[in-house]
C-alpha cells in the first residue's frame, strides 16, 4: 500500500488508530513504567504471553458496560491487549 495514497475510511479508522497509539503511548509513561520491564514481559518471557493476553480481551470485552457504564477505556484496551496477542503469534511463529 502507497504511503501516499488517502483512504476514505468510512468509520473513523485513521482517527480511531491514532487515538489507540496515544493510549498505548501513555500506558508506557503510566505507572507501569516505574522500571526497565513491564510485567507483561515477564509473563511473555514465561511462556504464557498469548493466554494473558487474550484472558485480558475477555476480561475487559466482559466488563465493558458493566464499570462506569459503557467504558470507551475498555475498548482500548481490549485493541491493546489484542495486539499485544499479534506480537506473542508472530514472536512464536518465526520460531
Known amino acids: 500500500m502507497s504511503k ?4 476514505n475510511f468510512k468509520f473513523n ?3 480511531l488508530i491514532e487515538e489507540l ?3 498505548v503511548s501513555a500506558t508506557y509513561d ?3 513504567s516505574k522500571s526497565n520491564f513491564q510485567s ?3 509473563i511473555i518471557d514465561c ?3 498469548m493466554g494473558f493476553a487474550l ?3 475477555l476480561k ?3 466488563r465493558y458496560g458493566k464499570k462506569e457504564g459503557y467504558n470507551r477505556k475498555d475498548l482500548l484496551k481490549i485493541l491493546h491487549y489484542a495486539i499485544i496477542a499479534l506480537h506473542v503469534h508472530d514472536e512464536e511463529n518465526e520460531k
Do not use: I
Not at 501516499?4 to 483512504?7: A, D, E, R, S, Y
Open 4 to 7: 501516499n495514497k488517502q483512504t
Open 13 to 15: 479508522e485513521g482517527a
Open 21 to 23: 497509539l496515544n493510549y
Open 30 to 32: 503510566g505507572h507501569y
Open 40 to 42: 507483561t514481559e515477564f
Open 47 to 49: 511462556g504464557h504471553g
Open 55 to 57: 484472558g485480558n480481551v
Open 60 to 62: 475487559y470485552t466482559q
